[in-house]
């Protein structure tokens, strides 16, 4: 049969074709997995890259799942967790001096500022704004985006809530927990019941003091952004105007004999432990306390409610945040790889949410608030989280005791010592955030 030169052509190819199949089938040609007769999962994916990965206060099998995708992909991570912040931060800070830092870390949302030229941030090039506001809260856009470069992003953003004691509530004939501080202030002289001689015996509310009372000064912070005072504003702190002085007056009463509304002082227990010891009505903390005090009294019957505003009708709420954000190192030889693993640990619902159940936190990815709204545990927190506001603070520990000495002199001075105090205060703040920016 004579073909056609066409047909050879045609023939030929499909020969050709033909014969790169057998041989790939055979292993000649690449493109045929060679699987261990013996073990037909013995195929190891080659590593393309090695990616040291730092946390403090976390359970490294939280991220198994993240470990085990990348891995997939030839990318080993390397979980590092330290138990607290403070031996954490001290070897990561000695780390980055040798230029041994880890590819990814964690750091608190408050001290971007302090780690801010240790980090090779995201550019919004390479995730656009938009994306980002459709991802998170406002308050990650608010604190992690500076001059189009995103700095950090979270798994969790926890709020400050009010913590109540529903038997007490039951006792006094309260049926809910105050929403505004006009509210709240009532409610406390109600729930304060003294002895005799004048002793506190349950105590309305845990306010006024700082040795006593856990994140003392985050609620002072709170007051103070409620109030309407920027705490800082163009490198000065401002802690003498109206406003502040107001919101340090209200957080004081409370630990005042003379006041209306006395119900603590220094003598008193912990705030967490007087609360599980049902010895003191409200107490204002994050979700993370909630843990520490059922584990004190598994059989207490609390309820958790917002934080209470000045007014319920106005149209700006606020709640003071913490929460932890994850970043690359300045030093990473993996940038890319490192930022798309936080990425998809951070913005993936499935990695957030395994998260979210693994740990009992409350959210930060937009998609899970929204699930979250109606979880009995997480309702309030998730809630807050679409308002929180984070006030930035250098060296967050100095500054806080800086606040709590302040609030400790205050309690007992008068008009002149007070506004004397707060100008020592502010000229201390000011030193502080002046060293840092």
């Given at each position: 049969m004579n073909l056609s030169k066409n047909q050879i052509i045609i023939l030929s190819a499909v020969g050709l074709i033909i014969l790169i199949?057998?041989?790939?089938?055979?292993?000649v040609l690449p493109g045929k997995k060679q699987n261990n007769s013996s073990s037909p999962t013995s195929f190891q994916q080659k590593i393309v890259a090695k990616i040291s990965f730092w946390t403090y206060d976390e359970n490294p099998q939280n991220f198994n799942s993240l470990i085990q995708s990348f891995k997939n992909q030839g990318i080993e991570i390397t979980i590092r967790n330290f138990d607290s912040y403070e031996s954490y931060n001290s070897a990561l800070l000695q780390a980055m001096a040798v230029g041994q830092a880890p590819d990814i870390f964690m750091i608190p949302s408050t001290e971007i500022p302090v780690f801010a030229n240790?980090?090779?941030p995201l550019s919004t090039t390479q995730l656009p704004l938009v994306t980002l506001q459709n991802l998170f809260p406002?308050?990650?856009i608010?604190?992690?985006?500076?001059?189009?470069n995103i700095y950090g992003l979270p798994l969790s953003i926890d709020t400050l809530a009010l913590i109540y004691n529903r038997d007490l509530f039951n006792k006094a004939g309260i049926v809910s927990p105050p929403d505004n501080w006009v509210s709240f202030v009532d409610l406390v002289k109600k729930l304060t019941l003294k002895d005799e001689n004048g002793e506190i015996v349950q105590a309305g509310t845990a306010l006024g003091t700082t040795s006593n009372i856990h994140h003392a000064t985050d609620i002072l912070y709170a007051l103070l952004l409620q109030a309407g005072s920027p705490i800082t504003k163009n490198g000065q702190a401002v802690l003498t105007d109206n406003?502040?002085?107001?919101?340090?007056?209200?957080?004081?009463?409370?630990?005042?004999?003379?006041?209306?509304?006395?119900?603590?002082?220094?003598n008193l227990p912990n705030s967490l432990d007087a609360f599980a010891q049902n010895?003191?009505?409200?107490?204002?903390?994050?979700q993370k306390s909630i843990a520490e005090i059922t584990a004190k009294n598994n059989f207490i019957n609390y309820g958790i409610a917002p934080l209470p505003q000045l007014s319920t009708s106005s149209p700006i709420w606020v709640v003071p945040a913490r929460y932890s954000v994850f970043t690359v190192s300045r030093q990473s030889k993996n940038y890319s790889i490192a930022w798309n693993i936080i990425y998809t640990l951070?913005?993936?619902q499935n990695q957030a949410d395994q998260y979210v159940t693994l740990t009992g936190k409350p959210p930060a990815l937009s998609s899970l608030i929204q699930k979250y709204l109606n979880d009995?545990?997480?309702?309030?927190?998730?809630?807050?989280?679409?308002?929180?506001?984070?006030w930035y603070g250098p060296n967050r520990t100095t500054l806080d005791q800086t606040f709590e000495n302040a609030l400790d002199a205050l309690l007992n001075a008068n008009q002149m010592e007070f506004i004397n105090i707060l100008n020592q205060t502010q000229s201390k703040i000011t030193a502080l955030i002046n060293n840092i920016y």
């Open positions: 199949f057998v041989l790939i089938f055979l292993g240790k980090i090779n406002q308050i990650v608010n604190d992690m985006v500076v001059k189009n406003p502040s002085q107001m919101a340090f007056q209200f957080y004081l009463q409370f630990a005042k004999p003379t006041s209306t509304y006395y119900s603590w002082n220094a010895k003191v009505a409200m107490i204002f903390d994050f951070t913005t993936n009995p545990n997480l309702t309030v927190f998730a809630k807050q989280a679409l308002y929180a506001k984070s």
